[in-house]
């Protein structure tokens, strides 16, 4: 187990090690790989960064936990994500060549020739804190692994997953990140299509399976019991809720400075074509197999839900393959924390500091320096991963995706607007998450709208009198 494990960590670093060799040792080039990069790797990149760690702990869990109702965060997600694909990405790439800015808050601060240094440096703030909260997240995914399969303390999982991604962004930045990124794919899909392979055999077949679950009440209901509105309006809220979640992917800075690489922006097409065929396939096959772990985890006591797949995976596979599906699990991680930690970066030599920092060894000790941040965070971390994953990714679509849509749409937004619009979208989804109104109604849906609201009074109203 401990072999297979390792075989593939280490194929993963040489891999982004290896990308030294190509690096031109520019900011450009450390942030946005000089926009030179395929859109096949574009599109397996970008999918392994939004299906990270939160997938193979935090998904599992929550489907563990809900059953069948949970297919429609899947459904919600993956179309609104779909959804803000069609006008966003390819718009977002030619603003990125045409600034010339190699961050996320650079571009959008400059969209139509503006230079919104205030927005910038807000935006760079807002960044780093979720950032960071994020990356944490996919390192205690990591260490949760590691306790569950070689019974190491919860720091140590972390701790690899640090070193590991540290080592390969200092290397080649974020071309380091997109090719390990690309090779992770793989393995992600490959453990979790063997694990699922496993686990229906195991109980018989799929019918059988169906049948196992089916003797778990209420485990196969389409909707869960706690909707906030009965009925089909509740069900309909709920899945707009996770259509929103979806669509709030254009508001993650990690994620989308993926598609500022693209070598070509009439190449999108091809980009997207490798994200959907991805994400749909590994989303399916991670939410059978959180519903499997149910059948086969039922007679665990004190059971964390978030540890299923590792729990899972021992009581099934041997340990070779074992070690194949830790691979899988921290390839995942680490294809997220990569992003997370370049971004942070980003964010702070590119868009906080007034006069940026352009020497190459002084973006790598930002990164260093954001790294044991979230090293930090996550050893001090107490939340679950999906709790945690999922307050950052809302947070920060409520505060960018407003701006991000008004933008692409053509419209026009003054500094001070487009600053209203970010704090006023992130503190209604911040409140209602403390308030624990998430669990009816997600809370990036009312932040998003909050801040189209904002826009829409501001153009209606107080643009006319003015």
Known sequence: MIISFLLFLG????IGISSYFFSRRTGSDYYIASRSIPA????????????????????????????LSSIWLMTGWISGDFLASLFVHSRLRKASSDSNELSYAGVISHWHNNRYQLLQRIMAVVSIIFLLAYASAQMVAGGKALYVLFDWPSWAGAAITAFIVMAYCLAGGIRAS??????????MIIAMGLLLFTAINSLGGIEQSYIEMNKIEGFLNWFPDDLILSGSIGMLLFCVGWLFAGLSVIGQPHIMVRFMTLNDSDKMLNARFWYYTWFILFYFITSAVGMLSRVHLSGVADFDAELALPTMAIQLLPPALVGLVLAGMFAATMSTADSLILSCSASLTHDLIPHRLEKVWMLKMVTVLMTLLALAWALLNTQSVFSLVIMAWSAL???????????????????????????????VAIIWRLLNLHLYVYEGMLGILTGLLLYYVWNKFLMIKN
């Open 397 to 427: 679509a409520s505060a960018f995706a407003p701006i991000l849509l008004i933008l692409v749409l053509g419209g026009r937004l003054t500094q001070t607007v487009a600053i209203s619009m970010l704090f006023a979208g992130m503190f």
């Open 40 to 67: 096949w790797l574009v599109g397996l990149s970008a999918v392994a960064t939004n299906n990270s760690g939160y997938m193979f702990i935090g998904v599992i869990g929550f489907t563990f936990t809900t059953g």
């Open 178 to 187: 997109i090719w390990t990124d690309a090779a992770q794919s793989f393995v």
């Open 11 to 14: 194929i993963f670093f040489l």
